[in-house]
């Protein structure tokens, strides 16, 4: 298992993993416990399958029947949650060995390429993902380009550290409606007088794992999306993406002991905020594209303001 790369400044530790491009650990300069679900031992990372802290991709989140068209010809993707494609399929991004290019004492570049057909998709995919501490702020920039034209959506997939004191703020108004496998139906339903509204700070209902609408388009500027207030911190998410995944961990494993750096993980221990474009988005001509053209860069970047 590759060694973890520790970032730190006065207000903030973290640790990355290569295996993912993977967030182990976030802390608090002052707290032993880490603000995101993980483990200090990285061999436990080739046995769990929940994407905890890694980034996630090339094409994040539900694709239907794990087939989609590009320039008209049709790609099959791994099919590996029914007939449905989740998180482009068990050898994803989440399970590729980044390769690291570049360290200081604040920050890390980690890339990572995907050869034409990897993944079901066309092209040779190079992606990067570089983070840094400022302050207490942790930064994610993204990118990716590819010689042919492609799919593209990644994800990072921290579960930040909850319990039953926690509330959640999203910027919403809107969510997209769900069909019983979890795809989008095409529809926009708002969030008045429903459990989706987030707009003022609320618990976070078991029942989440649903997409919220933050734009209707890509956009060019990080804007304030999400803030999660616990008692012993508080968490800002600022991101340039369309839409914000919010998934409660119903399914997380139980898994306890040392190793899970101060948080037993439990269903409902953590909950996942994802800045991403929507998921099938290509079975909804109406939904922001993950189209990226041949020779053009995709980028994404979200930014984690902390509060203790």
């Known amino acids: 298992m590759h060694s973890v790369i520790s970032l730190e400044n006065s207000n903030l530790k973290a640790n990355i993993l290569p295996m993912g491009a993977t967030l182990t650990g976030l802390w608090n300069v002052n707290d032993l416990r880490s603000l995101v679900l993980g483990f200090d031992d990285t061999d436990t990372y080739s046995h769990t399958d929940f994407y905890a802290g890694a980034i996630v991709g090339p094409v994040a989140n539900r694709l239907s029947n794990g087939r989609v068209v590009i320039d008209g010809n049709e790609y099959q993707l791994p099919q590996n949650e029914g007939v449905n494609t989740l998180h482009s399929g068990p050898d994803g991004l989440h399970r590729r060995i980044w390769n690291v290019e570049t360290v200081t004492q604040t920050s890390v570049t980690l890339s990572c390429t995907l050869a034409n057909g990897e993944c079901g998709l066309p092209g040779v995919r190079v992606i990067t993902a570089h983070y840094s501490l400022t302050g207490r702020v942790l930064q994610l920039h993204m990118t990716a380009t590819s010689d042919r034209t492609t799919l593209m959506n990644l994800v990072h997939h921290p579960y930040w550290a909850m319990d039953d004191k926690a509330r959640l703020q999203v910027t919403s108004s809107q969510v997209l409606e769900v069909e019983s496998s979890n795809l989008p139906t095409g529809k926009l339903d708002g969030v008045e007088g429903t459990l989706f509204d987030l707009r003022n700070p609320s618990p976070v209902h078991k029942s989440l794992d649903h997409c919220f609408v933050l734009s209707t388009q890509r956009r060019d ?30 399914w997380l494993p139980k898994i306890t002991g040392e190793q899970t750096q101060g948080w037993p993980i439990a269903p409902y221990s953590g909950v996942a905020l994802e800045p991403q474009f929507w998921p099938d988005a290509p079975a909804h001509s109406h939904f922001p594209t993950i189209l990226l053209p041949n020779q053009h860069q995709w980028e994404q970047m979200t930014q984690y303001v902390l509060e203790f």
């Open 221 to 250: 500027t990080v804007e304030f999306a999400a803030e999660l207030t616990m008692p012993h911190y508080k968490l800002q998410i600022k991101t340039d993406a369309p839409g914000l995944q919010v998934y409660a961990g119903a």
